[in-house]
């Protein structure tokens, strides 16, 4: 049991690049989402899915797309990258989306560390 | 939306003594609040969590309290050890259509010194 996995771990890209960062889960887990982390920003949410099929928008997506083919992957595209998406970019994962009691438990993979030039 | 705040930004304790973080939030229907631990150049991972039916739940050394009417939470940790050391983000989230999503304050730098 892999847990969330992360690819690659380390990226630089130059600006208006392109690329997709990998996740994948072994868990069967229902909810994955992305977070992207900066110095003194904490983790903020920038895709999520509830389900294979099924994404929306967290707080920061404008310049990223998600989609959910499968309930183990949950891939993060970068259409046209920009030196302000310079990040450390997280996917976690979670058994089910909490229902009413407002959460679960969410397993963060390794991360991805990104450089824009 | 929900908002988090989080302090200190930065606490330093030595060996053995306690340390608290608190964090605050701004919507009262927010009723699960996660506390993630993230070694340096490492993934966060949940140390203990407590919901809004609940005002304190306990861990071994950790504990967290919250305060729904003032909305505020804390992370306690008792015997503090160099292994301690990490950055601690507080966390606050509700169910909001097909799903919760998690508020993270801004991070909290905790150094036991020996």
């Known amino acids: 049991n892999a847990g969330v996995t992360q690819t690659p771990k380390f990226q630089v890209l130059k600006t208006g690049q392109s690329m997709t960062l990998q996740c994948a889960q072994d868990?069967?887990?229902?909810?994955m989402s992305w977070y992207r982390q900066d110095p003194g920003m904490g983790l903020r949410l920038i895709h999520y899915?509830?389900?294979?099929?099924?994404?929306d928008q967290g707080e920061v997506p404008n310049g990223y797309n998600v989609s959910r083919s499968t309930t183990e992957d949950f891939p993060l595209r970068l259409l046209s990258a920009a030196p302000s998406q310079t990040s450390v970019y997280f996917c976690?994962?979670?058994?089910?989306?909490?229902?009413?009691?407002?959460?679960?438990?969410?397993?963060f993979g390794p991360g991805t560390r990104l450089l824009v030039l | 939306g929900e908002n988090v705040e989080q302090h200190p930004s930065t606490l330093s304790v030595q060996e053995g003594d306690s340390a608290v973080i608190k964090c605050t939030y701004s919507?009262?229907?927010?009723?699960?609040f996660p506390w993630y631990k993230q070694e340096l150049g490492k993934r966060p991972q949940l140390i203990i969590d407590?919901?809004?039916?609940?005002g304190e739940k306990k861990d071994q050394r950790i504990a967290v309290t919250l305060n729904k009417t003032a909305k505020h939470f804390s992370l306690h940790i008792t015997e503090t050890q160099p292994e301690d050391s990490a950055v601690y983000f507080c966390?606050?989230?509700?169910?909001?259509?097909?799903?919760?999503?998690?508020?993270f304050g801004t991070g909290t730098r905790l150094q036991v010194t020996l």
């Open positions: 976690a994962s979670s058994l089910g989306t909490g229902g009413t009691a407002g959460g679960e438990t969410q397993y």
């Open positions: 868990m069967n887990h229902e909810y």
């Open positions: 899915s509830v389900g294979a099929g099924i994404t």
């Open positions: 919507d009262s229907a927010s009723n699960y």
């Open positions: 407590i919901r809004s039916n609940v």
């Open positions: 966390a606050a989230s509700k169910r909001t259509g097909t799903a919760s999503k998690l508020t």
